[in-house]
């Protein structure tokens, strides 16, 4: 049987990891998650997913990096407010997931595949609603959402890597309790 969750905000993550001048990583993520989770656990392959990311709530620690990230030489908040997912195949059982989809960032779309661990087994909350979380991962080339500003450093390579980790935490609550 189907059940409709939606996100809860206040306790999903959607962060990233990219290298920094070819030394670490930076790690990053974005405050405000949204979206529905259509699950049914006796035939995953009839579920689907559909999120969205604010892009004006990136935060990476520190203010300068933020504003810029913000900017049209990056996500350009103002012309593309929302990052955005959409599943098209939802493959696996037993709590491990491919979760294919479409990916918008920047105004460009492309397919990604979410490696997705859950959902968790459903319980309730203090306030009587159900809940259940999940896990999921992907990588991505910025390149490919036109994600292309860099910068050469003086001993070769790169500012800011190409390659993109991302990482997510998501809560749910079934529909029904969410709308009480």
């Known amino acids: ?19 920094h001048m070819m030394i670490t990583n930076v790690r990053g993520g974005f405050g405000k998650v949204e979206g ?4 049914d656990p006796e035939n995953p392959a009839q579920s689907s997913i559909e999120a ?4 004006a709530s990136i935060e990476t620690r520190d ?14 908040a103002d012309k593309f407010p929302k990052i ?5 195949k939802i493959e696996g059982s037993g709590g491990e997931f491919r979760v294919s989809g479409d990916l918008t960032i920047h105004g460009v779309t492309r ?34 959402f036109g994600l292309t500003w860099n910068a050469a450093l003086e001993t ?3 500012l800011i890597g190409d390659e993109v980790k991302i990482e997510l935490e ?4 079934e529909s029904a309790a969410a709308s009480a």
């Open 1 to 19: 049987m189907q059940t409709t969750y939606r996100i809860d905000p206040a306790h999903s993550t959607a962060q990233f990891v990219v290298r």
């Open 36 to 39: 529905t989770v259509v699950y």
């Open 52 to 55: 969205a990311i604010d892009v």
């Open 63 to 76: 203010a300068q990096r933020d504003a810029h990230l913000k900017s049209a030489d990056f996500l350009d």
């Open 84 to 88: 955005t997912f959409k599943s098209s």
């Open 111 to 144: 397919p990604v595949v979410l490696q997705v661990e859950g959902p968790t087994p459903a319980a309730k909350d203090p306030w009587g609603n159900t809940r259940v979380g999940a896990s999921a991962t992907t990588r991505i080339k910025r390149s490919d």
């Open 156 to 158: 070769g390579g790169f």
């Open 170 to 173: 998501i809560q749910l609550i």
